[in-house]
């Protein structure tokens, strides 16, 4: 977004019924996240003139949000009406005309709000109507009017930029249409929505919306015993304890499965617990019913010292700030101690019958560890902390830290931004802290219509060692302000590859490329914030010099280009992806 990270985010309100109950129940779920939020509210079923409009509410406000809530009741009204004249060609082209208007709506919006959010979503059409019983023994149906307007949407959302769609479907199914549709409010109000569903779709939405954001957990820690099985495996032993194909065992078999899907959206998974660690890891490694095995976790921590402790040396070892965790644990006592100790760490209550695991937790993963998009680096991800063991071991054996460099065989592979990595630069500008200079959050439109402009340069850096490929963990964007001077916009890298003097080599092979450009002088701006402490000297330890501000402070560094050449170091081997941007 363009105004700065936790200013007031603006959001309009659209939809074909009334939704005010909704509006205030997301802002009031947002607020509690700590996002800040300004509404406007479109009129009842007015959406379409607030669009056609110029000068209405909608484009005055300019909106970083838009929310478009059209329901499928209202978009199909004559077919619900009346479903016995209409056959299936006829339902196939009225889902293609209303899928095609709101395409024209979102073209609308798009020529005259280009960086704005909009998030629709899929619809979902009463269960039981008139032609209950004839819809599968006759050409008479309306299901397949939902069917085909949400096929629309998954190709609407995906050939345009910043369209995000919110499963309201899924949902409705979940929660039963009985308990979504309030017939009462519908015929007072005009609301299709009942408080309970009002409930269940503002938090839907928020938890897409911070996903949107970057607003996400990134690691859940996890207790053993009676979590990952049933038991204690101090006293029960492997033999003993409840993890199995059949009966009770089963349940933790599937909450298993369900944690090793939430690891291959790159989430962490991490073990925090009291025990004997020979014990639990003789499960880990030779139980034949576990779908976990030791390497599915990123780190670990299985002694009988207090686990807050032990959370904070997870913390420290996964380099991740407190807020990134989400803590689960059979015990209330050790909740409420977590809690207590680490407020920033999100501690779930969690059901007693491990039959309810698996449904708790894709709960809990869609609110905490949401995502809109999966990249290469999320898929790998607990692959490249566990190369990160290796490389601390390297580390101790080495002699010297040059040394070390050195054994890491180190390439870095830099190019211009393009429509493939996107994506990832997207993701690295929304969530990364600690080695960010300025920490600006743009979006995804906001960094292509940047890709485009010839007076702005993003550059990504892909890291790769003698242990693993980590991926695209670096982005510069350089904007010229001059002829011959450009600024540093952003500069970040994963919290993952800091300390290898990686930075260096990325900023030294950018000033390369920038006095190609004709650039001879760059100014790097330095933004502090509550996390970012680890990028605070790298200006001067580069040898820029102090122009405004002061140390630790806001601040601009200026390096003359023609007399400063910032080495890259000799242990880093740089290969350029590309001498052009990508189209």
Not at 147 to 153: G, I, Q, R, T, V
Not at 249 to 277: D, H, M, P, Y
């Amino acid at each position: 977004m363009t105004e700065a990270p936790g200013g007031p985010v603006r959001l309009a309100v659209l939809s074909s019924s009334t939704t005010q109950l909704l509006t205030d129940a997301l802002g009031k779920e947002l607020g509690a996240c700590g996002w800040i939020i300004e509404t406007w509210q479109s009129g009842f079923n007015q959406y379409r003139q607030d669009i056609a409009d110029p000068a209405s509410g909608l484009f005055l406000q300019r909106p970083h949000i838009i929310l478009l809530h059209l329901d499928g009741e209202d978009l199909f009204a004559p077919y619900l009406t009346n479903p016995f004249r209409n056959g299936p060609e006829a339902r196939r082209e009225a889902s293609r005309n209303a899928a095609k208007e709101l395409e024209n709506c979102l073209k609308v919006i798009r020529s005259r709000l280009p960086e704005a959010l909009v998030v629709l979503n899929t619809i979902c059409l009463p269960p039981i109507h008139a032609l209950t019983g004839l819809e599968h023994h006759s050409p008479l149906g309306i299901t397949d009017l939902a069917w085909h307007y949400n096929s629309e949407l998954t190709r609407i959302a995906s050939e345009q930029p910043n369209v995000l769609v919110n499963d309201v479907a899924a949902l409705v199914t979940q929660l039963g249409y009985t308990r979504w549709f309030d017939p009462r409010l519908w015929h007072l109000a005009r609301c299709r929505l009942s408080a309970s569903a009002t409930k269940a779709l503002a938090r839907s939405l928020a938890a897409l919306l911070r996903a949107w954001k970057g607003d996400v957990r990134k690691c859940l820690v996890l207790d053993l015993d009676n979590i990952l099985w049933g038991g204690i495996i101090g006293e029960d032993r492997m033999e003993g304890i409840v993890l199995g194909e059949e009966g009770p065992g089963l349940a933790f078999v599937e909450f298993q499965r369900e944690l090793a899907n939430l690891a291959r959206k790159g989430i962490l998974l991490a073990i925090c617990s009291k025990n004997n660690e020979e014990d639990a890891l003789e499960v880990l490694r030779h139980h034949p019913s576990m779908r976990l095995q030791l390497e599915s976790f990123a780190a670990r921590r299985i002694n009988w010292r207090d686990k807050p402790a032990n959370l904070c040396e997870l913390a420290a070892e996964l380099n991740l700030g407190l807020g990134s965790f989400v803590f689960i644990d059979d015990s209330p006592i050790e909740r409420g101690l977590m809690r207590e100790a680490l407020p920033e760490v999100y501690v779930p209550d969690w059901p007693k019958d491990p039959s309810s695991f698996r449904l708790a937790l894709l709960d809990l993963a869609w609110e905490q560890f949401g995502r809109i998009s999966l990249t290469e680096e999320d898929r790998s991800r607990t692959a490249m902390y566990q190369a990160e063991i290796d490389r601390r071991e390297l580390a101790r054996s080495s002699s010297t830290l040059e040394g070390y460099y050195r054994s890491l065989q180190m390439v870095a592979q830099i190019g211009f931004a393009d429509q493939f990595t996107t994506p990832r630069i997207v993701q690295l500008i929304q969530k990364t802290n600690q080695f960010n200079l300025t920490t600006r959050r743009y979006t995804e439109a906001e960094v292509r219509k940047m890709m485009i402009s010839p007076d702005v340069l993003i550059l990504w850096l892909r890291l790769s060692d003698r242990f693993s490929d980590s991926g695209i963990v670096g982005v510069l964007i350089t904007k010229q302000c001059s002829a011959n001077v450009w600024t540093i916009d952003t500069m970040l890298l994963s919290c993952r590859v800091i300390g290898r003097t990686v930075e260096n080599a990325f900023l030294g092979f950018a000033c390369q490329i920038l006095k190609g450009r004709g650039a001879q002088e760059l100014i790097g701006e330095y933004i502090p914030t509550k996390k970012n402490v680890p990028a605070a000297n790298f200006y001067r330890d580069l040898g820029f010099g102090l122009s405004e501000g002061q140390e630790g402070a806001s601040s601009l560094w200026q390096v003359d280009l023609r007399e400063k050449q910032i080495q890259i170091p000799e242990w880093i081997t740089v290969k350029n992806a590309g001498d052009k941007p990508h189209a």
